[in-house]
């Protein structure tokens, strides 16, 4: 009998690691207790223990207790008060509610000078919180909390009835405070309804991962990671990470500021949702609570995760002058081989006409303000301004307000602003599209190679090098043929096949052999790639196919953008010819060396400028 294959290792990542080493370490903390003024409450299992922490690209990691559930308590106050400002928007909200911190705790009976809760991170707030929603969604109100909820966690959430009970049972205080706030106008109508829907928004369910993934979906500039759903918008996440910075660990947020640095909110439960913007959202579950009523292991776990990376929100390290990668024009860099040599001598006088500045990472207020000062010497503003966005991951609201003030009112209308690299899966393509639909005059092309020829081609046409497209061009004129005598391209001529395509024909497929290689005469032609982005233009005078010359296959789809006419020449063919007219052949060979060795040449040469 075969011995069954051992299942393959999975390896552990350096994080998941010091995660499993933190909660080793921790486990054995025995300090705090148990809530135990809602009687449900104290039933929990004080050594459960559960860390998660979920990226902002969808990956969660666990370890220990996290798939045991828990009530959500005060952590769900958060999540609330970034509903009512999407619902209602901020000027209603702010009129019932402030966002200043309390300094007392959590469920203080008092309210500020104005008889407003000082903010929506205490029960007071909440409360007046519940209210808002309860006026505007009526019997709907709980039913639209716990769907936001769940859509945060990625999941449907349930209510726990019994702590649902208890809570309702035990919970004068929060009806004293709802009461005073009616007296105010802080909530109207039916208190009990009210506190109904406050009470159940606090028993929900949820486990350390969905915390993780609610802080993520924070983190994430109110998009789910895992789901992909957008939850809650980017002002509502702002302001309320703001009110969490301050607020959201009771009469702990000043200590915890100061030594965690991440926004945060801890529940009663237990549990305590972290969301570090950008980065990651930190859920963790363990139910022994400090004189506070946070978590005493929580608090020490995060401790250690924000110290241990460096995640504090106030020590960042970021230097604006890696947005640019690389900043060059063509006389450093060459120009595309392939060309007509009248083309290229147009390309050789003018290389400094095009200025390509490489960016990467996040375009921010600071990266942007970087790029515009690059571009503040009129001298160094060229005809053709390229901005390579293909490594840039994000667009900031404040990048993109300086972006747009470089293209409208920055460049000399002599410029044409050419944005390169930003295919339709790109995570800034949206942003760029919506410049396009406000008139900013930039053009947008897929990839680098795209915005380069097309910007070539303009100057090669500015200076009448473009001046044979609707003619038709003769054997002399190609590069792959220079050097060849006029009976060795009559030959040529003589054994190839005249050939002509309707606009929009494919006249070679990538996945064809590589068996012929076309003269273009007349109209012109595009390379494109399996996704369709057009990697290149030839018109008359260019040649395509010509790695069938030695055998290699095919890279690109080409497409007649007008109609078309060749000179095709079959391998077959190419072979007869190479009998009769060895030199011939040679010198054919040879100039494609000279064509692949120029492509490497400038493949080589932007490298080196964008690794220094």
């Known amino acids: 009998m075969p011995i069954p294959a051992p299942a393959p290792a999975v390896l552990t990542t350096p994080l998941l690691r010091f995660l499993e080493e933190t909660r080793t370490a921790f486990a054995p903390l025995d300090a705090g207790e148990v809530a135990s003024y809602i009687p449900e409450l104290g039933k929990a299992d004080a050594d459960h223990f559960g860390i998660a922490v979920a990226t902002t690209d969808g990956h969660v990691y666990e370890t220990g207790d996290t798939q045991i559930p828990f009530t959500i308590q005060s952590i769900s106050k958060a999540v609330v008060f970034a509903l009512a ?23 203080s009976i008092r309210l500020r000078a104005d008889n407003k809760p000082f903010n929506a991170m205490v029960n007071a707030g909440a409360i007046a919180c519940c209210g808002l929603i309860a006026d505007a969604a009526g019997d709907e109100a709980f039913e639209l909390i716990r769907s936001t909820l769940g859509r945060f966690a990625g999941r449907a959430l349930e209510v726990d009835d019994a702590v649902f009970q208890s809570e309702r049972l035990t919970g004068d205080r929060n009806r004293a405070i709802a009461y005073l ?17 406050y009470f159940r928004q606090c028993s929900l369910l949820v486990t350390a991962r969905d915390l993780a993934v609610m802080g993520a979906s924070f983190a994430n500039h109110g998009v789910n990671p895992v789901t992909g759903e957008t939850v809650v918008s980017n002002y509502a996440v702002a302001r309320t990470l703001a009110v969490m910075s301050s607020s959201g660990m009771y009469d702990f947020a000043g200590e915890w500021i100061y030594r965690v640095g991440v926004p945060a909110k801890s529940g009663v439960g237990g549990g305590i949702l972290a969301a570090l913007p950008s980065q990651l959202g930190l859920g963790i579950f363990s139910p022994r609570l400090d004189v506070h009523g946070n978590s005493v292991r929580g608090i020490r776990t995060c ?73 503040t ?95 038709e061009a003769d054997l002399t004129r190609q590069a792959l043929l220079e050097g060849l005598s006029t009976e ?68 690109a789809d080409i497409f007649a953008e007008t109609e078309a006419v060749c000179l095709e020449v079959g391998m077959e063919q190419f072979r007869a010819f190479a009998e009769s007219h060895p030199r011939a052949a040679d010198r054919i060979i040879r100039n ?6 120029a492509r490497i040449r400038m493949a080589t040469a932007r490298i080196e400028m964008l690794t220094g």
């Not at 690389?326 to 120009?335: E, G, Q, S």
């Not at 390309?347 to 500045?357: F, H, M, P, W």
């Not at 990048?399 to 295919?423: C, K």
């Not at 309707?502 to 076309?518: H, L, M, N, Q, W």
């Open 85 to 107: 400002l999407d619902l209602l928007g901020a000027e209603k909200v702010e009129a019932t509610i402030g966002v200043e911190p309390s300094g007392e705790a959590f469920n």
């Open 592 to 597: 494609l060396a000279v064509l692949l060795a």
């Open 181 to 197: 706030l009616r007296t105010y106008g802080g909530v109207r109508g039916d208190v009990d309804h009210v506190l109904d829907v």
């Open 488 to 555: 060795d391209l009559s030959a040529l001529s003589r054994l190839g096949t005249r050939v002509a395509f309707d606009a929009g024909t494919r006249i070679i497929s990538a996945s064809e052999p590589p068996e012929k290689v076309y003269f273009l005469l007349r109209g012109m032609v595009s390379a494109r790639a399996a996704t369709g982005t057009r990697l290149a233009t030839l018109i008359p005078g260019m040649a395509f196919g010509e790695l069938a010359l030695i055998d290699e296959p095919r890279s």
């Open 303 to 375: 401790e250690a995760i924000s110290e241990a990376f460096d995640l504090h929100m106030l020590s960042r390290q970021d230097d604006v002058r890696t947005s640019i990668v690389a900043d060059y024009d063509f006389r450093t860099v060459p120009a595309k081989p392939g060309r007509q040599p009248h083309a290229r001598e147009i390309l050789k006088a003018r290389s400094a006409a095009i200025r390509v500045l490489e960016l990467a990472g996040k375009l921010s207020f600071a990266t942007m303000d970087y790029v515009t000062r690059r571009l």
């Open 377 to 471: 010497d009129p001298a160094g503003v060229p005809e053709f301004l390229i901005l390579n966005l293909h490594r840039v991951s994000t667009i900031t609201d404040a990048g993109l307000r300086l972006l747009t003030g470089l293209l409208r009112s920055q460049l000399p209308p002599t410029t044409t602003a050419v944005i390169a690299g930003v295919e339709s899966t790109s995570p800034v393509a949206p942003q760029l599209k919506a410049l396009k639909d406000q008139g900013v005059r930039v053009r947008i092309f897929p990839t680098y190679d795209a915005a380069v020829e097309w910007a070539e081609d303009q100057i090669v046409y500015r200076h009448g090098g473009f001046s044979q497209v609707g003619v």
